[in-house]
């Protein structure tokens, strides 16, 4: 399947379970100049911890909020400096989604809210979830559209 017209429709971005066909959809990112950004969850058990993950993956400065709204605002900031679009990926899922799920799905909320933004300024911000499966959190998948 080739996802690159997809992709680059802000009205079509979101969070997504990870697509089965992951060389396609890296081809169409690549294709269509997207900024990719990759956060690995392996082992994070809880919000102060996935907070400092965030943070030291994608370069939050020291006074990052570590908190909901912050990273909403972070997120934000920065995917709006990207006018082809952001791909975010979030590794190794799993256990934080087992460990705190509430928190889990809070994070989920959070990234289909900076979606939005980015849909308001014409940018695609994509997020993709490896590691958990897609019906246990409502996760859509691009393979289904």
Sequence with gaps: MDYIDLLTNPG????????????ALDDALDRAGFERWRVDLQGVSGKPELMRVFQRALGFADT?????????????????????????????????????????????????????NCY????????????????DFDLPRLDEK
């Excluded at 300024?121 to 994509?126: G, K, N, T």
């Design 12 to 23: 079509e971005a979101g969070v997504f379970a990870t697509p089965r066909d992951v060389r």
């Design 64 to 116: 990052f909020g570590a908190n909901w709204d912050a990273l909403h605002d972070a997120l934000s900031e920065r995917a709006l400096d990207e006018p082809a679009g952001v791909a975010l990926t979030l590794a190794h899922c799993g256990d934080v989604a087992r460990a705190q799920g509430g928190h889990f799905e809070r994070l989920v909320e959070v990234l289909d809210a900076v979606a939005e």
């Design 120 to 135: 308001d300024e014409d940018i695609p911000f994509w997020v993709f979830i490896d590691g958990v499966a897609a019906a």
